[in-house]
């Protein structure tokens, strides 16, 4: 095969090559290129005056009550559908205009090899020389390297965050709530009850009972937390605002749940229900052989009712609460636990709360609600400022939560403190 015969079969591929290329944007099938946004512009006032024509002309027939002809009817018609696809290639256009403008969002343009061959700077230079000699090329190979296919290579995203879990039940919903606007709780409770109430014979004195009363105070007390976070992160990420929203709330119930059972009282901390509570001792009249965890916790809830209260809820550590659900039978079935069903967090018919805030050995029993209630002197707030510090000229944002509370505990028989050693 000579060289004219080579180019000429060459030329004959790469126009049958091209000729199976995707459709290209403006480009009709068949058709020549696609006319400019100002042709279609054109073409649109054209096709707009000749609508109007056929309205003003059938308007005019309507008052003279003379009947439009088929023929102008099929005219009007076809101006109609001439006047929509208009429309609607100026549309395209508009369209593909604006994403080049953005830096081009579409889909990256894939070319056939066909059209690579027909218009790659090797064959135009061939041709223009008259096709002498040989001509050799390469395509380049389609990898997931910049500048071939990688492009096309996207990662999926997926529009989930995925969070560090939480906590369920706290130690909240185990008191009674309140709200006040002081920022301090006085309150009575009782320190002494003898009662000496008795059947009395007529004319005999009648027994005296005993009863003392103090006053006590529970300060309000804040608790909160910042975090710094950037303008562009907040507008950027959609989600993010309502996450540290979220997340800060989060924080300031896990303070929370810490200074309820544990405070000291000392400084701004909050007097807490474990700190208060008494120490578990067992009851008199109970004989235990062997005894379990689970044992214990009954123990500590006679305890509580031989003070004439109702244990209405038990805190546990995570861990001792597993324990407690592997506990088996001699034949090596749960005692209780059901590890193909869902089994709420109760124990001798008492809500569980578990939080690793009580300490790993420890529990708390207690009759919660008439022990103790809080006072919210403010609900949860969060807030977003730029002008704490140098935010404003740095484009950064500080993000602040913060809530306000008391906690009273009028009746510390009404719980029990104590711990699983030995068990």
Sequence with gaps: MNMMTSAAAL???STRLVAAQPREFGRKDGAADAPSLDQLQRNLDSALTEVKGFAQEFRAKNAEGTKVSDEAKEKADKALVDLEAIRGDMKELSQKLAQGRR???DDPEIKS???EVANHADVKSYAEGGCKGTIGF????????????GGLIRPERQPEIVGIPRQQLRVRDLLTPGQTESNSIEYAYQTVRTNNAAAVAEGAQKPESNYGWDVANAPVRTIAHWVPASRQAMDDVPQLESLIDGELRYGLDDA???QLLLGDGTG???L???TQAPAYAQPAGVSITGETRIDRLRLAILMVELADYAPDGLVLHPTQWTNIELTKDSAGGYVFANPQGLASNTLWGRPVVSTKRIGTGNFLVGAFKTAAQIFDRMDTEVRISDQDRDNFIKNMLTIRAEKRLALVVRRLAAMAKGNFTGL
């Design 256 to 258: 929370e749940d810490a």
């Design 113 to 115: 090899l066909g059209h």
């Design 272 to 274: 807490g229900l474990y």
């Design 103 to 105: 830096g081009g969002e």
């Design 268 to 270: 701004q901390n909050i």
């Design 138 to 149: 390469t395509v380049k190979a389609v990898t997931s390297a910049t500048g071939s296919a």
């Design 11 to 13: 030329a004959a591929g």
